[in-house]
Nanobody, 124 residues
C-alpha cells in the first residue's frame, strides 16, 4: 500500500483559494491513479477529483468542476489540489488516496484504508 498524507488546509473566506498537497511514499508512485476525496460532518465521503499516472487524464465531481484543479509531480511523489472560488459547502476534511485502476472507476469504496486528511474551512 502507498502511504499518503494530505496537508495545506486552513481557514479561508468564500471566494478565496487554497492549494492542498499530498505526499506519497511509494517507489512505483508514477504508476498509480491518484484521487482527492472529502468528508463533511454528517456526510458520506465524497469523490472530488482524480488524475491518471501521467497527469494527462483528469476527472472532477460536478460540484467542483471549473473551480478545482488536480495535478501531480511524479518526480517528487506529490499530488496537488488547487481550489479556487471556494464556497462554504466546500468545508470538509480532504483526503488523498491511490489505486491502480482508472480515474473513471475510482470511488470512496476503492480503498481499504485512508491516511492523514487536512481540514478545509470556508467562511462566508
Amino acid at each position: 500500500q502507498v502511504q499518503l498524507a494530505a496537508s495545506g488546509g486552513g481557514l479561508v473566506q468564500a471566494g478565496g483559494s487554497l492549494r492542498l498537497s499530498c505526499a506519497a511514499s511509494a517507489r512505483t508512485f508514477s504508476s498509480y491513479t491518484m484521487g482527492w476525496f472529502r468528508q463533511a460532518p454528517g456526510k458520506e465521503r465524497e469523490f472530488v477529483a482524480a488524475i491518471n499516472w501521467s497527469g494527462v487524464s483528469t476527472r472532477y465531481a460536478d460540484s467542483v468542476k471549473g473551480r478545482f484543479s488536480i495535478s501531480r509531480d511524479n518526480a517528487k511523489n506529490m499530488v496537488y489540489l488547487q481550489m479556487n472560488s471556494l464556497k462554504p459547502e466546500d468545508t470538509a476534511v480532504y483526503y488523498c488516496n491511490a489505486h491502480q485502476g482508472s480515474i473513471w472507476t475510482m470511488t470512496g469504496h476503492s480503498f481499504n484504508s485512508w491516511g492523514q486528511g487536512t481540514q478545509v474551512t470556508v467562511s462566508s
